[in-house]
């Protein structure tokens, strides 16, 4: 894993995306693309294929969560929110719907940036890591023969049990 991380940034203000691509780039990180709202961001994630995505919540045309719904459906990655939108229920929300962390955007007046911009930096850094494996064991799913399908005993009951678990943000 020797090739810098893929990034796309999606936020509405050229402000924050200016500020995110300097940051990660700053760290070595390789910021693909950006996006000014989630309609935008599906098109670039086609196009681009990154390793992580940075989100916002708040954007215009497609908002954040919108945005999670479709692409977790359509190609499931690892996603950072990165918004001021930051209310618990807003944050469990985003988690619900696939994405990976939550950052807070930093409030100028009394937020420590530099604490902000490793948490920020772990995080993708993380997120690509996961990414990373998950291409890496990835296989084909294999149907069961009729022989090795399960077969329940005389009581009806089955002899046989799979579980497959799965926490907030795995496949659907």
Do not use: C, W
């Amino acid at each position: 894993m020797s090739a810098a991380p893929r990034v796309l940034v999606v936020d509405d203000s050229a402000f924050v995306r200016k500020v995110v691509r300097e940051v990660l780039s700053g760290a070595g990180m390789d910021v693909v693309g950006h996006a000014r709202d989630g309609l935008e961001a599906l098109e670039k994630i086609e196009a681009l294929a990154p390793d992580v995505v940075t989100l916002d919540l708040e954007m215009p045309k497609m908002d954040g969560f919108t945005f999670l719904r479709i692409l977790m459906s359509r190609t499931p990655m690892p996603v950072i929110v990165v918004s001021s939108y930051s209310q618990k229920e807003n944050v469990f929300k985003a988690l619900e719907l696939g994405a990976l962390d939550f950052v807070a955007k930093p409030d100028t007046m009394t937020t420590d940036v530099t604490a902000v911009r490793q948490e920020l930096l772990a995080k993708i850094g993380l997120a690509r890591q996961i990414r990373a494996r998950t291409r890496q064991v990835a296989r084909p799913v294999v149907e069961a023969t009729s022989s090795a399908r399960l077969v329940a005993d005389k009581a009806g009951a089955p002899n046989q049990v799979v579980v497959i678990g799965s926490s907030t943000g795995g496949p659907s």
